[in-house]
């Protein structure tokens, strides 16, 4: 069996380096770790790709004593900023390979025990509102059709006022039940260009505002199509998308405000329990207030809004609709900058090509 295969095969992220501590091999972990290629990281000296005075220290010290070391809770600064990590340095007697390093993420297993928490949560949440909003809904329709049929029989304009105000705030509540019901039917999965959903989302953004908000557009033209729901993920992003200028324009003029759509493909990422090879990472960021402290764990959750007008609904719709594609949104805020990114496998054949053909 080749040996290549099984190292691609770890979560352990294996650096070799030769005798003069340049690259000679990453796994598919490590490529995705340090967002770099074997091919263009072959023969680099380790320090261009990781910067930490320490393992330094302990490559020359693993060398000389041969002998293997291992350093915990060490904070590694990549192309991706910084990391914290457990490595082990193992000295070898290969000289393409005379030190091996193996890196532990513990960001990454503490964001994985983070995302299972906080999915188990919205799943109850979820079902608790389902719930509620049927409850809700059974005696609204009841209310409804009692007003509609009332306000037939009256003639005097000014008790069909009363009507009127009784039918508008029922189907108000309808629609807000309806969105906490969300889509019954399972999504429809046909192949899509995920930059021609972007486009369409941005469209209708532009259209709202009226072409005063600035969004800058930085796409990855070589991610593959791959099926998706196109309305369902329309909605998603537009909510995001919405969420993003409806944060800017609390704060500042629209004309002011930035937002910022990116796409990329990342390796090997983690969604669950279960290691992507391959996934499409999409990035809307805005220069708005941030999120305030005291919402930033709970902003997924339905009935939740840092906005007096807001419904709450937005987000946690958002979130199911791409948690039937089997994916998942985080989000980073502070001050002047917040992130949501949504990550969506790519399970398709011709993803599958783009692998081979990347790596």
């Given at each position: 069996m080749n040996?290549?295969?099984?190292?691609?095969?770890?979560?352990?992220?294996?650096?070799?380096?030769?005798?003069g501590f340049s690259l000679s091999y990453l796994n598919q972990a490590a490529e995705a770790l340090l967002d770099i290629s074997q091919k263009s990281s072959k023969?680099?000296?380790?320090?261009?790709i990781i910067e930490h005075s320490a393992l330094q220290e302990d490559l020359h010290r693993a060398r000389q004593q041969n002998q293997q070391f291992t350093r915990r809770e060490s904070e590694l600064m990549t192309h991706?900023?910084?990391?914290?990590?457990?490595?082990?340095?193992?000295?070898s007697d290969i000289s393409e390979a005379s030190l091996i390093i193996e890196v532990h993420p513990r960001d990454r297993l503490q964001r994985i025990t983070r995302e299972e928490s906080l999915v188990a949560k919205q799943t109850t949440s979820r079902i608790l509102a389902r719930g509620l909003a049927h409850e809700i809904k059974n005696p609204l329709g009841g209310i409804l059709g009692s007003a509609q049929l009332l306000d037939r029989q009256l003639n005097e304009p000014d008790q069909k006022e009363y009507t009127y105000i009784i039918i508008e705030e029922a189907k108000?509540?309808?629609?807000?039940?309806?969105?906490?019901l969300g889509p019954i039917q399972p999504p429809k999965m046909l192949d899509l260009n995920i930059h021609e959903v972007l486009e369409r989302v941005i469209q209708l953004t532009h259209a709202e505002t009226e072409g005063e908000l600035s969004i800058i557009k930085d796409y990855d033209p070589s991610i593959p199509n791959f099926p998706a729901d196109?309305?369902?993920?329309?909605?998603?992003l537009l909510n995001l998308l919405?969420?993003?200028?409806?944060?800017?324009?609390?704060?500042?003029?629209?004309?002011?405000?930035?937002?910022?759509v990116t796409s990329r493909i990342a390796r090997q990422f983690t969604i669950g329990n279960k290691r992507q090879r391959l996934v499409c990472h999409l990035t809307i960021t805005d220069n708005g207030p941030g999120i305030p402290e005291h919402l930033k764990e709970s902003i997924f959750y339905p009935m939740i809004s840092g906005r007096p007008e807001g419904t709450g609904l937005g987000l946690p719709m958002a979130q199911y609709i791409i948690s039937q594609h089997h994916g998942l949104i985080e989000c980073d805020s502070k001050p002047g900058q917040t992130s949501f990114h949504v990550y969506l496998?790519?399970?398709t054949e011709e993803a599958s090509q783009f692998n081979g053909a990347y790596q």
């Open positions: 040996a290549n295969f099984l190292l691609d095969n770890l979560n352990t992220a294996i650096i070799a380096l030769d005798e023969g680099l000296p380790v320090s261009s991706n900023g910084a990391i914290l990590v457990d490595y082990t340095v193992t000295p108000r509540l309808r629609d807000l039940v309806d969105q906490m196109r309305e369902r993920l329309i909605q998603a919405r969420n993003a200028m409806q944060a800017i324009k609390q704060y500042m003029p629209l004309s002011d405000g930035e937002v910022r496998p790519l399970l």
